[in-house]
């Protein structure tokens, strides 16, 4: 038996274990708010719970993934979707708002475990057959993959929605429960569908993992070191601050923004089932042309467009006066943010290694979690203080800005091209 598997099977690994891990989402991604503030909280009380999500992530993310760098990344998989389980279902019994901030630092606990891991197995172990080779088709696969399965979560969401089984509670529950079965299957997936070859071969449990606790400080140190001195990496990573401004409007204040204009949080959980379906079936046809048009203009142009184009999107999301304009413009901001995704990871990955991948892609990380908990807060305070609008359209304004730290990506990756171009063949 080979340690690894060919890159055409961990291929298909890798895009049905996107699809294991997201639809369960999709179920939820257009009535979670909706919930939280169907059980009492205001808007700021539900971002400022979430925010402890973000806090958990930063806290955890980096030896999180050292550990997956030394010790494995199927160990923290599995861990991760255990986790998932137990905050899902949390979520679902909370009824105040410690019990939903106790859900949120389940979730920031999953989210750190889970964050990096699976794509930095599928890119090392097509590394390991093909050293080198780049991976941003099968990225930009992997998104379309996220978004199918989220458009076909979100359809299930919005038909359970309408039929609403349980007279006695919410019509927003079904979804919930399903999403928490869901999770299960996850579990399932990741034991059976991951192999990773062990990294010292004639030690036991304990020995590996009492080498791998030693050894993950050190690539911890390694990752941070590395972006201390790669520019490049850097502001790959500062991206993040940005275009999370835009994140948490079209994810958070959509469903809100809609039940304003359409008359309350059931009404519009039934619409954004369709409406996030949409939206997540044009994510994944613009992640799939992002990676066409990488091809014919390069990763970091594609990233920047895409970028900029997110950010002008949820400003038309705030400047729209009805529902039609909201979600028209919301689909538009999803397909970019569909399309910009792919890109902004191939670029990562174009400056980190296989000794440190799960880390560098876990700072990336750790930057959009932490700056969600900053942003969150006050966006939602900000909107409570004025309008929902004017909080979309200040967060929509700042994320464009971000595109300007794509600009020493697109300059190494011009050098990129010349120094092949100056090659002469062999």
């Known amino acids: 038996m080979t340690d690894h598997f060919s890159p055409t099977v961990a291929r298909r690994a890798f895009l049905a274990l996107t699809f294991t891990r997201w639809f369960p989402v999709g179920l939820v991604v257009g009535v979670i708010t909706l919930w939280v503030v169907e059980n009492g909280l205001t808007i700021s009380q539900a971002l400022t719970a979430f925010a402890l999500q973000g806090i958990v992530v930063f806290l955890l993310e980096l030896p999180t993934s050292g550990f997956a760098d030394a010790f494995g990344r199927r160990p923290l998989l599995v861990a991760a979707a255990s986790v998932n389980i137990v905050g899902s279902t949390v979520m679902i019994l909370a009824d105040s708002f410690w019990g939903f901030v106790l859900a949120a630092g389940l979730q920031g606990v ?38 199918a399965s989220m458009a076909t979560g979100a359809v299930l969401s919005g038909g359970l929605v309408a039929w609403n089984p349980f007279g006695f509670a919410s019509a ?14 996850h579990l ?23 080498r791998s606790v030693k050894e993950a400080p050190g690539v911890i140190r390694e990752g941070l070191a590395l972006l201390g001195r790669n520019r490049v990496l850097r502001c790959i990573v500062l ?12 994810e958070t204040f959509q469903p809100i923004r809609l039940a304003e204009l359409v008359g309350g949080e059931e009404q519009a959980g039934a619409l954004m089932g369709p ?21 014919r203009w390069g990763v970091a142009r594609t990233a920047i467009a895409a970028r900029v184009l997110n950010g002008l999107g949820v400003v038309a999301m705030g400047l729209a006066v009805g529902p039609v304009g909201l979600i028209a413009a919301f689909l538009f ?4 943010h569909g399309a910009a995704g792919p890109m902004h990871q191939s670029l990562m990955h174009r400056e980190a290694s296989a000794r440190n991948r799960a880390t560098v892609l876990s700072m990336g990380s750790m930057v959009f979690f932490l700056t969600f908990s ?3 807060p006050p966006l939602g305070l ?7 609008p004017v909080a979309m359209v200040t967060a929509g304004a700042f994320s464009v800005l971000g595109a300007l730290l794509y600009l020493p990506a697109l300059r190494a990756e011009r050098s990129r091209a010349q120094e092949s171009v100056d090659v002469p063949a062999s």
């Open 172 to 185: 927003l529950l079904l979804p919930m429960l399903a999403w928490t079965s869901l999770n299960v299957v």
């Open 275 to 295: 409406v996030a379906a949409a939206g997540w079936g044009i994510f994944a046809a613009c992640s799939a042309l992002a990676g066409l048009a990488s091809r």
């Open 374 to 376: 900053a942003l969150g």
């Open 110 to 147: 999953f989210r750190a475990l889970d964050s990096g891991p699976l794509e930095a197995w599928y890119v090392d172990t097509v590394h390991a057959t093909e050293p080198g080779a780049d991976v941003d088709r099968t990225l930009a696969a992997a998104g379309t993959m996220l978004g």
């Open 239 to 250: 991206v993040e601050v940005f275009w999370t401004a835009a994140l948490v409007i079209f």
């Open 188 to 210: 399932v997936a990741v034991s059976v569908l991951m192999k990773e070859p062990r990294t010292h071969l004639d030690a036991t449990g304990l020995d590996r993992a009492s």
């Open 382 to 388: 900000l909107a409570e203080a004025t309008t929902t």
């Open 333 to 336: 901001t999803n397909g970019m």
